[in-house]
């Protein structure tokens, strides 16, 4: 039987109307095809290279361009966008609003992708705020939160938090991932401010469909620097403990809201953090590493097939 | 005769029940009618989310590596040949415990199967590997060696997916197949011209199967195994793209990596078909309504137009990037724009409508790509930073770190 059959077996008992079965089968033999995602796609990947080509041009060119030229370019832009935004947006409502239009939700990132480069250009040239110049990523990560709210933004929340990591002395750009012992600190206090102030909003109704986003950035991070701390002190630190119950929590979260990925987050980070203990307290025992790396996968894979029972393969 | 060990209704009420979620998760169906296409479509097999899949397979990799490298250190194997030997029977166990796990536990995608499959492979290839170059070394030169384990790779790629139906197998059998070419001590011409006949003969035969008879789980693995291909016949084709490496590198001897060094006939003929392949793709796809296909190619027109400048010997601008994304925005819209004027939002069945929802995993690739894209954007930095932990952190947010 394939889908069609089905569909129209389903039509002879009853079990769907007209409309959908035509609709069904429209769209199962593609003369409906949706262009949405793909079209999603173009607008946004032609957005990301704007912004790429229009940093390259400033870095490349501002000194044929002129200070005036470039600030009053960007400001337009990002300003424009800002009150097409604003001209276009719905009222505020707590919960998730969809997108007046699709091109909505890039023009917003667009404009605060601008007003980024703006403030750097900026500051690079005028140096305003001299050594206090990191305030300006604090004073934009407010910005881009608030904008992210309103206009229930998830592109410019994702933008928000990255940028508060910024402030917090982190780039996710990757070549300098050094994690000395102030990163470990700034990590785990970048991660438990970012959950608790997501946690507030989900606890306040407010834009809950974020929570996954916030929770995303908190988890990495600290797990990251529990397990670099982990690494350094082994298992006689407040490292390892801690790092177990950041796992522990985020498997019954998982398990709680029926959202796996979590699950991934805490056997992955879980068992490299007790690893990196079991194979410090088992070291040059050869015998012990291969009988670790054969039992406690197995066990795992025990675990997890318990728990994979309670869950339909769409979870 | 099929090899698969999962019957073609197996795999076709798999497919169903995958269409069914999507249309549920689009509000296209209610719970009940859900329910209705499941109880109706029972495929009779174990499967699991991704991410306990994901779990699965890491850690039966771990658990069996671990075994074989336990078995090899308690009986103390030390020569290359009982290494071979080791390897092959341990790949010919671990594939049989994943045929296993197939007939006696029904297991479909769950991870466990998957990784013994997938080790088995490679471990019968890494010790045939070691085996002949143990026996016959002396004889053949190293590419010989190289030709026959890219052969036994593809073969045992592609039982894999005759067997199992993993579409990354077929995918990594082809790509296995590509290499051998590279390995015949051809001119740099022929060797394309070697890979692109192979290419276009398995694309060939690939449409030649597609009849609409198939079933709807055929025509969409078939459907992106051909876009596979294409991408494959695009990559051979464009001359630029291995010349972007060849940038970096002063080495002139590498005539793949400095397209100008093919004789010019080669070159005119590939900038052409570089414009010609995702056009004629465009088109198959919008008309055969292989989704894959389209954006596959759409994908492969926007490389075009970014070696385009490379082909014709023009400078490349700053701003290069700038106007592709405007141009992209512009199509778009546009498209957009025509489609939804058309008569209730559709023009020749397309539309620009949600109509099928996405599965939500808490974040996606968006976001993650907004989160990075504080980096494109460089900040200042002043000599007075440098000392600080945040040290000029070549990033930031709004307003970051380094300097233009």
Same mark, same amino acid.
């Given at each position: ?124 040239? =005028?140096?305003? &705020?001299?050594?206090?110049? *990191? #305030?300006? @990523?604090?004073? !934009?990560? $407010? +910005? =881009?939160?608030? &904008?992210?709210?309103?206009? *229930? #933004?998830? @592109?410019?929340? !994702?933008? $928000? +938090? ?15 991932? $050094? ?137 | ?404």
């Amino acid at each position: 039987m394939n889908i069609q059959k089905l569909l129209q077996k389903m039509f002879a008992e009853k079990k769907i109307d007209a409309k959908q079965l035509r609709i069904l089968l429209d769209i199962s033999a593609g003369r409906i095809f949706s262009v949405h995602r793909e079209l999603r796609f173009f607008l946004y990947i032609g957005i990301l290279t704007l912004i790429a080509g229009a940093g390259l041009t400033i870095k490349q060119y501002f000194t044929n361009l002129g200070d005036i030229a470039i600030i009053s370019a960007l400001t337009s832009c990002f300003s424009a966008a800002f009150i097409y935004s604003f001209i276009k947006v719905a009222a505020y409502n707590k919960q998730e609003v969809p997108s007046p239009d699709m091109a909505f939700d890039y023009i917003l990132f667009f404009g605060c992708a601008f007003f980024s480069m703006d403030i750097v250009y900026i500051e690079t040239q =005028f140096h305003l &705020l001299g050594n206090l110049w *990191d #305030n300006y @990523l604090l004073a !934009s990560s $407010a +910005l =881009f939160l608030f &904008l992210a709210y309103r206009f *229930d #933004n998830r @592109l410019v929340l !994702s933008m $928000a +938090l990255s940028t508060i990591a910024a402030w917090f002395g982190f780039t996710l750009s990757g070549h300098r991932f $050094a994690f000395e012992q102030y990163y470990r600190e700034y990590a785990i206090a970048y991660s438990l401010i970012v959950s608790l102030l997501g946690g507030l909003l989900y606890r306040l109704d407010i834009k809950k469909h974020f929570f996954d986003i916030y929770l995303n950035f908190a988890v990495h991070f600290l797990c990251i620097a529990l397990i670099s701390g982990v690494a350094q002190y082994k298992i006689f630190s407040i490292y390892f403990p801690a790092l177990l119950m950041a796992c522990a929590a985020l498997a019954f979260y998982a398990l709680k809201i029926r959202r796996l990925i979590y699950m991934l987050y805490a056997v992955i980070y879980g068992y490299i953090g007790i690893s990196i203990v079991i194979l410090n307290l088992i070291h040059r025992q050869t015998f012990f590493i291969f009988t670790y790396f054969i039992a406690t996968p197995l066990m795992v894979i025990a675990l997890i097939f318990k728990f994979s029972r309670q869950f339909k393969e769409d979870e | 005769m099929s090899l698969n060990l999962y019957s073609s209704q197996q795999e076709e009420n798999i497919f169903i029940r995958k269409q069914a979620r999507t249309w549920k998760r689009s509000g296209l169906i209610t719970d009940g009618q859900m329910s209705a296409i499941i109880d109706q479509t029972d495929p009779e097999i174990r499967q699991t989310n991704i991410f306990f899949r994901v779990i699965f397979f890491i850690f039966t990799t771990l658990c069996s590596s671990a075994l074989l490298g336990f078995f090899v250190w308690i009986t103390g194997i030390r020569g290359r040949m009982a290494i071979s030997f080791t390897l092959l029977i341990a790949g010919v166990i671990f594939y049989f415990l994943a045929e296993y796990a197939v007939t006696i536990y029904r297991f479909y995608r769950h991870g466990i199967e998957e990784s013994l499959a997938v080790s088995s492979v490679l471990l019968v290839c890494i010790g045939f590997f070691i085996g002949i170059t143990e026996l016959f070394l002396g004889n053949k030169s190293s590419a010989h060696f190289t030709i026959i384990l890219c052969l036994i790779f593809a073969t045992c790629a592609y039982w894999l997916y005759l067997r199992f139906g993993y579409l990354y197998a077929a995918l990594i059998s082809l790509i296995a197949f590509c290499i051998i070419p590279f390995q015949l001590s051809l001119p740099p011409t022929n060797e394309r011209l070697l890979l692109l006949l192979i290419f276009c003969l398995i694309f060939l035969l690939g449409i030649n199967s597609d009849k609409s008879e198939m079933a709807d789980y055929r025509k969409d693995r078939n459907t992106t195994i051909q876009a596979c291909l294409l991408i494959a016949i695009y990559l051979t084709v464009n001359l630029q793209i291995l010349g972007v490496v060849g940038l970096l590198i002063e080495d002139t001897h590498i005539i793949h990596l400095h397209p100008k060094l093919f004789p010019p006939y080669i070159y005119w003929s590939s900038y052409i078909l570089s414009f010609g392949i995702p056009a004629l793709g465009i088109y198959w796809g919008i008309k055969s309504r292989k989704r894959l296909v389209m954006n596959a190619n759409i994908v492969l027109a926007c490389l075009t137009l970014s070696t385009n400048k490379s082909y014709l010997g023009l400078t490349r601008y700053a701003w290069d990037p700038a106007i592709m994304g405007i141009l992209l925005i512009a199509l778009s819209i546009i498209i957009t724009r025509w489609l939804k004027r058309g008569p209730d939002g559709n023009r020749y069945g397309f539309t620009q409508r949600n109509i099928l929802k996405p599965e939500n995993h808490g974040i996606n690739l968006a976001d993650i790509a907004a989160a990075f894209t504080p980096n494109i954007i460089d900040a200042p930095q002043t000599p007075s930073q440098q000392d600080k932990y945040f040290d000029g952190g070549s990033s930031g947010g709004g307003g970051a770190s380094g300097g233009f």
